[in-house]
């Protein structure tokens, strides 16, 4: 991954708030669901119960914003 700029990082942070609808610092998969809603995604339940797991990669049960900013800067 190349480095993010501070502009980015900003950016990417506006985003991961956003989306964190109850703004306790992480990403639950009810709030990942509607981000895919939102990105129209079109992903099922099952496909998105399994993209949750896979960017949530310390498997607490939520996207931290590390795990976020990883996701959303892989190519």
């Known amino acids: 991954m190349e480095e993010l700029t501070q502009d980015q990082i900003e950016e ?3 985003d991961f708030e956003f ?8 990403i639950q998969f009810a709030e990942f669901a509607e981000l895919m809603a939102l990105l129209e ?6 496909d998105c119960r ?22 959303w800067t892989t190519d």
Do not use: S, Y
Not at 19 to 26: I, V
Not at 50 to 71: K, P, Q
């Open 12 to 14: 990417l942070r506006e």
């Open 19 to 26: 989306n964190d609808g109850d703004n306790d610092g992480r």
């Open 41 to 46: 995604a079109d992903m099922d339940q099952q």
């Open 50 to 71: 399994l993209g949750f797991r896979e960017i949530d990669t310390d498997g607490d049960g939520a996207i931290e914003f590390d795990e976020f900013v990883a996701w």
